[in-house]
């Protein structure tokens, strides 16, 4: 390597007996490709997902014309979309993580260096998947059951239950996706490490 390939700063803090600092190691190939391609699938199914709020508001207008214009009330309107909001919010789990918009208590936090943060990030994120693990596992069971027994809602309209279970375990899956890509993102950060 000759002195034309070495960058005018890291000449100048050689001459000056300082070490230039050690360009960073990427992580893994594997990793950056599962963090893109996770980051990529819930920003599409995010972006998707935010227009069933439409749908939800759709319904729920519908409801209150026919009740009150034409004193039809119709019994699965509510229900329908209380189904629409869980999968909404379910759904948009995994783009939330990915946005870093979900709350979080910012007394300390806000003060901590972006490593500082990036570590206590990835303990979280790490915790999370735990957590989500056992949510999936509940999921799985839940949908199971609901499939083999035919599962109804108690209500007038008695909805069979296992669509909007095995929505909630798509949208724990995309949640638990991204929870581990956010753990590699802060992994990648805490031990300054190259994502891109």
Same mark, same amino acid.
């Given at each position: 390597m +000759?002195?034309?390939? *070495? #960058?005018?700063?890291?000449q100048a803090q050689a001459a000056d007996g300082q070490v230039p600092p050690r360009p960073s190691a990427p992580m893994p190939g594997f990793v950056r490709t599962y963090v893109h391609a996770v980051d990529g @699938? +819930?920003?599409?199914? =995010? =972006?998707? $997902?935010?227009?069933m709020i439409f749908v939800m508001m759709g319904v729920l207008l519908f409801a209150a014309i026919a009740r009150f214009f034409f004193n039809t009330p119709f019994v699965w309107a509510v229900e329908l979309s209380q189904f629409l909001m869980a999968s909404y919010y379910v759904l948009g789990g995994g783009y939330s993580l990915q946005h870093d918009a979900h709350v979080r208590m910012d007394a300390f936090y806000s003060r901590w260096t972006p490593r500082r943060r990036a570590f206590t990030d990835s303990i979280t994120a790490f915790a999370l998947v735990f957590? @989500? $693990?056992?949510l999936l596992l509940g999921g799985l !069971?839940?949908? &199971?059951?609901? &499939?083999? !027994?035919?599962?109804?809602?108690?209500?007038? /309209?008695? #909805?069979?239950? /296992? #669509? *909007?279970?095995a929505v909630m375990v798509? =949208?724990? $899956? &995309?949640? @638990? &996706?991204?929870? $581990?890509a956010v753990f590699l993102r802060d992994l990648a950060v805490a031990t300054k490490r190259d994502l891109a």
């Open positions: +000759n002195e034309a390939d *070495v #960058p005018a700063d890291a @699938l +819930n920003r599409r199914i =995010g =972006g998707v $997902v935010s227009y957590y @989500l $693990v056992f !069971t839940s949908t &199971l059951y609901s &499939l083999e !027994t035919g599962q109804t809602a108690h209500s007038a /309209w008695a #909805p069979l239950m /296992w #669509p *909007v279970k798509i =949208g724990i $899956v &995309l949640m @638990l &996706l991204q929870a $581990v």
